[in-house]
Structures are given as C-alpha cells and as structure tokens.
C-alpha cells in the first residue's frame, strides 16, 4: 500500500520522467518493429539481369598498408562476376606502403582489374577523382579498413537492377564478430559488444525503417552505391565538409529529388572500436557533420508549413533537442535531492526509465535476430549477445553525452576531421577551471583588502 500511495502521490514526477521515451521511442519501437516484419515477410523476389552491368569499386586509400591486402581480398572473393569488375583504389597522399599492398594484390589477384591512382589529400577528394575514372554503370565505394561479404555487390546490383527508381543505396555495416570476440581488457569488450549490437539494430531495423519510407538520414560513407549517370548529377562529394556522405545522400533526394535505399543483404565488416577515446571522437564528428549538412538543407525541406510532416524536423528533434532534456533531468534530480526530494522516488524513477529503454533494446533485439537467419553464424553471435540489451540503456546514455559536447563544440569551434581526444578535452577543462577559481581568488582578496 505504501508503495501505491507512493507511486500515486508522486505521479506527475513519473509520468514526466517517462513521457520522452514512451512516446519518442518506445511506440515508435513497436510499430517500426511491426512493420519491419511485415516488410520482411513480404520481400518481393529479385531477378538476376541477363547479363551482369559493369560496377567500379572504388577504395579510397589513406596509409592502408596493414588493411588494404585483405580488403582486395574480400573484393576478389565476390560471388559477382570478376570480368565485369573494375577496382579503383585512390590514394589520398599516403606516407606507408600503401602502394606495396595493391603491388602485392595485382600478383596475388590477376584476374581482378585494378587500378591505382594518386589524388590530393583528402577523402572526398580522392572519391571524386576516382568517380571520374570510372567506367562502371554503378559504382560502389568501400573503405580500406573493411571486409565485404562475399554476395554484397551482387545483392545490391540486384536491388538496383530490379527497381529503376532507386538512384542510391548503403550497405549494411556490421563489426566483425569474430575481431570483437577477440577484444582484450573488461571495458573494451563490453564497449565493443555494444557498439556492435547497436550497428546491427541500426543498420537492419532503424535504416531499413527510414528506407522504406524514403528517409535515409545518411548513406555510410563506408559503403555506398549509386547509378553513375546520378553521381554525374550531382556537385560530387563535398570536399570542405565532415559529413560528406550525409551531404552527399541529401544532394541526391532532396535536391535532384531522387531515391534513396539501404540494400540491409550487403554487409559491409569493419574493425570494432579501438576504445572509448575513438568512440569520443568518432561520435562528435558524426554529430556535427549532422548539424552541418542539415543546416544547409533545412532552409529547402523544412518550412514551418511542413513542420509536421517532414522527417528532417523530427529527426533533428529527436536526435538534437531532446539531448538537452536529458542533461535538465539529469543536474534536476541533484539538484531535487538537495531540495528535500524524496531519494527513493528519484531511484525509482531512474529505474522506470531504465526499464522502458530496456524494453525497446528487447525489442529491436527480437526484430533484427529474424533478420539475420540468412547470416546463421552472424545470427548465432548476435543472439548470445542477449545481455546487451541491459547495458545498452547506459551505452546510448553516455553517446547522448558525447552528442551534447558535439553540440557545443559544433557552436564553438572550427570543424575539422580531427576532433579533439577526449585526454585533450579534459586537460582544457582543468585548465579553464584552473584560470577561473585563480580569477575568484585574486577578486576575493581584492574585496577583502577593500574592505
């Protein structure tokens, strides 16, 4: 009775506490769960062409001498055929032996065509150099430091082959299970396995959602395909921002007004998170090169006549300005507690709200392990990671921390695509802190001498 009376009486902190999640994620979870299976069920069945087009794979190349060998490798282990294959690995001013490792993969792979070729530095850039070497009707770009699945290019020419409309597409990008199995040291397996269990939920559930509706929020810029005749279009990728892929997604759907899917039978393995230090930087960079190119397209696609219905606002709503609530509530059950707030009631409530992101993790767990019955040992590994979905609420919790500081920093500072670590960070914090209680101090003793 104690506890009803409690729970009762305290209603309206709780509903507050919860109301963000119910309705920002957990009813979207179920429906997006609901439909995701209906979509599955229902995959219309794809027709092989009749002769397979020409693609260009190309392999942007910055000091990839330890990845770029296996990476080739997984491009000559492709079930498409070699003969229609053209390999365009584009170094961006490499200081390694770079050039060693495509030297070693022409001896090794004679039959693949490859090509290397020098551009300025720059990833971008190296991008748009290498599309205008291309001789292929699509063309699908794959970081150095992956692995492909061997049907991942044939998939995604059939999805493109089978449906005209579609101009562009991402692949699905998984860490390989066997390399986070193998990650050493308590925290940085824990970390791993749940950066691991997120690319699974968002690129098989969360993109595949946003896909079927035509609202791919970005292409990953470590595998993407497109029609050439569309990438010729466009301005190319843009080579002064750090969210090129995600300006180049938008430049293809909202400017030409072309379609955008992800091809989720196209999995893309990169290597795990090397660390929290990676995860830091990582994290903010896709957050402000979110911001950036959501800047420059919100003035075409958001008018406050589309507010309702327009999938950028909701997006930056969510992702952007429901991390400040957090942060509130966060300080504000601190600042309850020193008010006299009952401790046992914030406890509760932070185990309440605990309880729902873990019913949305349970969720999006059964959805994507269905997902995965075509990949049994990748479904295998996914599902004994069943624990996840109880350390998951406090993975997300700390990367909406890390948004935040992106947030800032997007505000404060230059963008570059080398963000500050997180020992640098927090050395300038303790020297602001320093330079600021050394400023009270020395106005204190002036009031005092005043006196």
């Given at each position: 009775m104690y506890w009803i009376n409690l729970a009762l009486t305290r209603m309206g902190f709780w509903i507050t506490w919860a109301l963000i999640p119910i309705i920002v994620e957990i009813i979207p979870a179920i429906v997006s769960t609901?439909?995701?299976?209906?979509?599955?069920?229902?995959?219309?069945?794809?027709?092989?062409?009749?002769?397979?087009?020409?693609?260009?794979?190309?392999?942007?190349?910055y000091n990839s001498e330890d990845t770029l060998f296996e990476c080739i490798r997984s491009i000559n282990n492709q079930s498409y055929p070699k003969n229609a294959m053209q390999v365009v690995l584009a170094n961006n001013q490499s200081t390694d032996d770079s050039f060693g490792a495509y030297a070693k993969a022409q001896n090794t792979f004679p039959e693949l065509i490859l090509r290397y070729v020098n551009t300025d530095k720059g990833k971008a850039r190296a991008l748009n150099t290498a599309i205008y070497e291309s001789i292929g009707i699509y063309v699908i770009n794959i970081d150095s430091d992956g692995l492909l699945e061997k049907d991942a290019v044939k998939n995604m020419v059939l999805k493109f082959e089978n449906d005209p409309s579609i101009a562009a597409m991402t692949g699905a990008i998984l860490p390989k299970w066997q390399m986070v199995q193998g990650v050493k040291g308590l925290w940085h397996k824990i970390?791993?396995?749940?950066?691991?269990?997120?690319?699974?939920?968002?690129?098989?559930?969360?993109?595949?959602?946003?896909?079927?509706?035509?609202?791919?929020?970005?292409?990953?810029?470590?595998?993407?395909?497109?029609?050439?005749?569309?990438?010729?279009?466009?301005?190319?990728?843009?080579?002064?921002?750090?969210?090129?892929?995600?300006?180049?997604?938008?430049?293809?759907?909202?400017?030409?007004?072309?379609?955008?899917?992800?091809?989720?039978?196209?999995?893309?393995?990169?290597?795990?998170?090397?660390?929290?230090?990676?995860?830091?930087?990582?994290?903010?960079?896709?957050?402000r090169g979110e911001l950036e190119v959501t800047e420059n397209y919100m003035t075409q696609s958001s008018s406050l006549k589309r507010f309702f219905n327009n999938f950028l606002v909701r997006r930056m709503i969510i992702d952007h300005t429901f991390v400040f609530p957090r942060m509130i509530w966060t300080f504000a059950s601190i600042v309850l507690i020193a008010f006299g707030y009952s401790t046992l009631v914030?406890?509760?409530?932070?185990?309440?709200?605990?309880?729902?992101?873990?019913?949305v993790a349970l969720i999006n767990f059964a959805s994507v392990a269905i997902l995965l019955r075509k990949y049994p040992s990748e479904q295998h590994y996914y599902l004994h990671l069943w624990w996840v979905t109880l350390t998951l609420p406090v993975y997300q919790f700390v990367n909406s921390w890390i948004r935040l500081v992106g947030i800032i920093n997007a505000m404060t500072t230059k963008a570059t695509w080398r963000m500050r670590g997180i020992n640098e960070e927090t050395s300038r914090l303790m020297a602001v802190l320093r330079d600021d209680g050394k400023t009270l101090r020395e106005q204190y003793r002036r009031r005092r001498k005043g006196k």
């Open positions: 609901i439909k995701l299976m209906h979509l599955h069920l229902h995959q219309p069945k794809l027709v092989p062409p009749g002769k397979w087009p020409w693609v260009t794979i190309i392999v942007p190349v970390l791993a396995k749940n950066e691991y269990y997120e690319y699974a939920q968002a690129f098989l559930s969360g993109r595949t959602i946003e896909s079927s509706k035509d609202q791919l929020f970005t292409m990953s810029g470590a595998f993407s395909a497109f029609r050439r005749e569309v990438l010729m279009e466009t301005f190319l990728y843009d080579i002064d921002s750090i969210g090129e892929d995600t300006d180049m997604t938008f430049q293809i759907r909202t400017r030409l007004g072309k379609k955008v899917v992800i091809c989720a039978d196209a999995i893309f393995y990169v290597e795990p998170i090397s660390g929290f230090s990676e995860l830091y930087t990582q994290r903010q960079r896709w957050q914030v406890g509760m409530s932070y185990l309440l709200i605990y309880s729902l992101y873990v019913f």
